[in-house]
């Protein structure tokens, strides 16, 4: 299949205020009465003029965007791509030592499309709807909403303000060639700048993975300039320095024990705000790094202003001793890499292989198994790391909902930080680079001691009866993901000892009996080295089919015959179907605030959630309403949640103004239905206060900067000398 796509549609971009800063950046540039500082660059959609994207900022010179497929294109200059044919439509940027591609240091990656889209990294200017006190600008990864896919109606970026578990974070794998003696190999990643009224922060959603195939004891991000052997730290650099490009981790943002993480979901409590369970491995204290800002030995002043942020101290968890006693397994010990990571079994508890499934089992020392301590395999830290019997295990072979897997989580490190543009023109052509070098472990720890041992019992399909699924069983909504399964012992054929753990695919034929889908081979891939189940997503013709459709997936069993699997397309399913209704509201600016009905309708069993956030359009967050995020929660058989939303009340004479809100992320089971709602506020000014809103707005004045979260004002009188300006050289113009 070959599939093309050019820079999609993203959400509408806030007109009014763009109007008001390219007017401040011209009078401010025009009468030279500041100095010219930064923004990375935003490129606008191809689709839909002035509306940033985010594609441009993140600079490609030492990058290689590799997509997946045979005939696969990436247009560096524009973003448009091509995964061509035979593709899995997934990507990699890979990043090198220099600009020549001399030595792969490491790769950039984020969600495959649909969910996301090359090159991984995008760069959002003036998102209003960020938390407050937050960075309005963002570096985060190219994935796209809930319910709002590339493959879907409607495309919706992930903006700064995107809601939890958006796929926000970037990932950057540290590879071997980024380990020697001297600490020197790094990471380079850089990006574009163009002139700007003020410098901006940017928040940094970044993960950082352990693929050196050593132990770490942590890592360094610096900020300066170019790569390689050139790479100039900002301190070093005189006219720059830390007033115009710095980093920092903001205490009125992030608690200390939150900038540099494990996965919440194996280290620390329950998160109430996004109904996250207790950790997996540790169910009280987080696994990571402090942080060390400044201070001794690293360039800043009590401000906080740095070019570099050095990992210090490890978090009270740092799975050192999980479980208790076995320290002397060196389990897990100091920061894994991917060729040290244990054995997990894993539950796919919603039946979509590309989401993270629930860890119910992992492989290692266990210092209480009777008669003797030794390796097993043991549940976590809710049932005391009690052992998990081989019977169990082979068990679950039989169900092709379990895989078997390393626990990648465990070489994850989530980063948190600010960097901040200013004036950078006067070095290496307006671009700036964001440094990662990993610090490699001295303490001569050696790899645990399960790396080697095999399992005695793992989840295998040993039936040569093959089984055939489809999920979800008996009926979808249209929309939802169609997933195919295969159990068969038969294609468990690899008896190679160096091929041994090669994963295998094997094929199906899936059809609709609606006389217009087209049939369609899929080719579905192993979960797992001799697991000996297979899996994969129905193409979308098959999931939006009208409803009454059934669709059918076949799968040809050699002497035992044709197996298949069906699926008929309904209204609903019995946890129903979330949607605002009504979808579009009125309100006065003088209004206070405006209530928006979710509801769930078409069924209402179980307990259901689904997350929404606002989304500035011709009204701005903070300026005329405040932004909001947040999660809906549904209780068995309850049918209706509100949001509200206040809204600001200014003296400015303006015209009515929109923004949005939108519904993604649903848990339980329902689906979504109507996910977007559109607000108007309309104006209650008159235009007798005109002159004086325009210098006096509760935005921060007509000319205002948006910096660090605040609003700042520029003094009135500059505007009314540009306006003085501009009409004597009008007038001029007209008299010669």
């Known amino acids: 299949m070959n599939v093309s796509i050019l820079k999609k549609k993203v959400q509408p971009g806030h007109a009014k205020a763009s109007i008001i800063r390219l007017t401040c950046v011209m009078v401010l540039a025009g009468f030279s009465l500041t100095s010219q500082a930064g923004k990375i660059t935003s490129i606008p959609s191809a689709t839909v003029p002035g509306v940033q994207d985010g594609f441009g900022g993140f600079n490609l010179d030492n990058v290689e965007v590799v997509l997946n497929g045979t005939g696969a294109t990436f247009d560096e200059a524009t973003g448009a791509y091509d995964f061509g044919t035979d593709t899995d439509f997934s990507y990699e940027s890979l990043l090198y030592d220099d600009d020549v591609s001399t030595t792969l240091m490491g790769k950039a990656l984020a969600k495959d499309w649909p969910i996301g889209e090359p090159a991984g990294i995008r760069i959002i200017n003036d998102d209003f709807d960020v938390k407050q006190g937050n960075p309005t600008n963002c570096i985060l990864s190219t994935s796209y909403m809930d319910g709002h896919f590339l493959d879907e109606a409607d495309p919706q970026i992930v903006l700064c303000s995107g809601p939890f578990q958006a796929h926000k974070r970037y990932k950057v794998a540290m590879l071997p060639t980024t380990i020697d003696t001297l600490g020197t190999e790094s990471i380079d990643i850089v990006f574009n700048v163009e002139a700007d009224a003020a410098p901006r922060d940017y928040q940094v959603y970044q993960k950082i993975n352990n693929w050196t195939d050593e132990r770490l004891k942590g890592f360094t991000v610096q900020v300066g300039f170019g790569t390689g052997t050139s790479f100039t730290p900002a301190s070093s650099v005189p006219g720059v320095d830390v007033a115009n490009l710095s980093l920092s981790v903001p205490s009125a943002i992030w608690p200390a024990d939150q900038l540099a993480n494990f996965s919440t979901g194996l280290f620390g409590p329950v998160d109430p705000n996004h109904g996250r369970p207790e950790g997996y491995f540790d169910p009280q204290t987080r696994a990571g790094f402090n942080i060390v800002e400044y201070g001794v030995g690293n360039p800043g002043d009590a401000s906080g202003q740095t070019d570099i942020l050095t990992s210090g101290a490890t978090l009270g968890s740092d799975y050192v001793e999980v479980p208790a006693g076995a320290a002397v397994a060196n389990q897990f010990g100091n920061w894994l890499p991917n060729n040290m990571l244990p054995y997990g079994i894993f539950f796919d508890d919603d039946g979509n292989p590309d989401t993270d499934a629930e860890l119910i089992a992992w492989y290692g020392y266990n210092p209480n198994l009777t008669p003797a301590a030794g390796f097993s395999w043991m549940q976590g830290s809710a049932d005391s790391f009690a052992t998990y019997p081989d019977s169990s295990v082979d068990a679950l072979g039989a169900n092709p909902l379990y895989t078997m897997g390393v626990i990648d989580d465990l ?7 600010v960097v901040t543009v200013g004036d950078v023109s006067s070095f290496t052509n ?12 001295d ?11 095999v399992p005695a019992s793992t989840p295998v399909y040993t039936s040569t009866d093959a089984i055939i699924t489809l999920d979800p069983k008996d009926e979808f909504v249209p929309g939802s993901l169609l997933t195919a399964r295969v159990g068969d012992a038969d294609l468990n054929v690899i008896t190679d000892p160096a091929d041994i753990g090669a994963i295998e695919t ?13 049939p369609s081979v899929l080719t579905l891939e192993e979960l797992g080295a001799n697991r000996g189940v297979f899996a994969a997503g129905l193409p979308d013709q098959f999931s939006n089919v009208a409803v009454g459709t059934t669709v059918t997936v076949e799968y ?39 209530v928006l009905t979710v509801e769930r309708t078409t069924g209402s069993a179980g307990v259901v959630s689904v997350e929404y956030s606002t989304q500035s359009g011709t009204a701005t967050g903070t300026e005329d309403y405040v932004p909001d995020t947040g999660t809906l929660t549904f209780a068995d058989g309850e049918s209706f949640r509100t949001i509200t939303l206040s809204i600001v009340d200014d003296a400015a004479v303006e015209s009515d103004e929109a923004f949005q809100v939108l519904l993604s992320y649903v848990q339980g089971g329902a689906t979504l239905g109507v996910s977007i709602a559109d607000i108007v506020i309309t104006d209650d000014d008159t235009a007798t206060t005109t002159t004086a809103t325009a210098t006096s707005s509760s935005g921060g004045g007509f000319c205002s900067h948006h910096t660090n979260g605040r609003f700042d004002p520029v003094l009135p009188g500059l505007l009314f000398a540009a306006f003085a300006y501009f009409g004597w050289r009008w007038k001029k113009k007209r008299a010669d």
Do not use: H
């Not at 303490?443 to 041992?453: E, F, L, N």
């Open 443 to 453: 303490s001569g720890m050696a790899p645990p001691t399960y790396v080697g041992q």
């Open 556 to 594: 040809s069993d050699g002497a035992n015959g044709l197996k298949t699997a069906s699926s008929k397309a309904v209204s609903s399913l019995p946890a129903g179907v979330l949607q605002f209704n009504p979808a579009s509201y009125t309100v006065a600016e003088n209004g206070g605030s405006v």
């Open 411 to 417: 070489v994850n490190v989530g980063l948190n930080y």
């Open 506 to 518: 094997t094929t199906v034929n899936v059809t609709a009996d609606d006389g217009v889908t087209a």
């Open 430 to 441: 307006s671009r700036f680079t964001i440094r990662i070098t990993p610090v490699k472990d």
